[in-house]
């Protein structure tokens, strides 16, 4: 199992601006501007981010469902089609902390909602980064051989692949090791965690869907990507 700690981000002086102007309808004030920036630093002093990740190989899959030779079983439609294809799975999880989520926590408990706002953004593009980091290293490990590729990457939680899924990937990457936790409701502790997996196989034989929104239907999702 690959644990990862002290991860160094690269984040852009603007970061979270456009999700908060999207948020507000399209503009920004000066002085949510100014919060913007306070509150930005606050976030990139208060993440720290960590990651955890393991690698199986697939089985088969069949019946929606796909079967890991460790025994491990994944059920739902998406996350099939998505495997199909694939020879290995890596099932990770990351985090950017608890301490970030005591601060928005905090922020929203003595009423100041504009400030849970904007951090919440800040600190959900931070998580997105953080994601993209993560990618690039699995999926160096995992295109091991010149042929191979991988599939986008699939969350619990994202249409038709039930959160109660989240209970296996727990099983198949150990969240202890970077502090995070399943709630009784399947959700992570610290909130600003994303757990999911990635395929990888021959490139003519690995599932092309290019993101997960593309099987979504919520149009309108802001983050849609
Ligand atoms: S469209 Fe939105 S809800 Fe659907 S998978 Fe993408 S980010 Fe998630």
Not at 158 to 164: G, S
Not at 205 to 215: D, G, H, R, V
Request: a positive charge; hydrophobic letters at 35%; one cysteine or more.
């Amino acid at each position: 199992m690959v644990v990862l700690d002290n991860i160094k981000l690269d984040m852009p002086k603007d970061i979270g601006k456009d999700f908060l102007k999207h948020l507000m309808g399209g503009r920004l004030n000066t002085q949510i501007e100014k919060l913007l920036e306070e509150k930005r630093s606050v976030c990139i002093k208060n993440i720290f981010p960590k990651a955890v990740y393991e690698t199986y190989e697939i089985e088969k899959i069949k019946n929606n469902s796909v079967y890991f030779k460790s025994g491990h079983i994944f059920n739902g439609p998406n996350i099939s089609k998505i495997l199909t294809g694939s020879e290995i799975a890596v099932i990770f999880i990351f985090t950017l902390g608890s301490r970030i989520d005591e601060i928005i926590k905090n922020a929203s408990k003595n009423g100041d909602a504009l400030s849970t706002i904007v951090m919440d953004s800040v600190a959900t593009k931070m998580l997105n980064i953080l994601g993209e980091k993560i990618g690039t290293f699995i999926k160096k490990e995992g295109t091991r051989e010149n042929s191979w590729g991988s599939t986008c990457t699939y969350s619990p939680g994202q249409f038709k692949w039930t959160i109660e899924e989240q209970k296996e990937i727990f099983q198949m990457a150990d969240g202890d090791k970077i502090g995070v936790k399943l709630n009784k409701s399947m959700l992570m502790i610290p909130f600003m965690s994303i757990s999911g997996v990635y395929g990888f196989g021959p490139k003519d034989k690995i599932n092309k869907t290019s993101t997960a929104c593309e099987l979504c239907p919520k149009k309108d999702c802001i983050t849609r990507r």
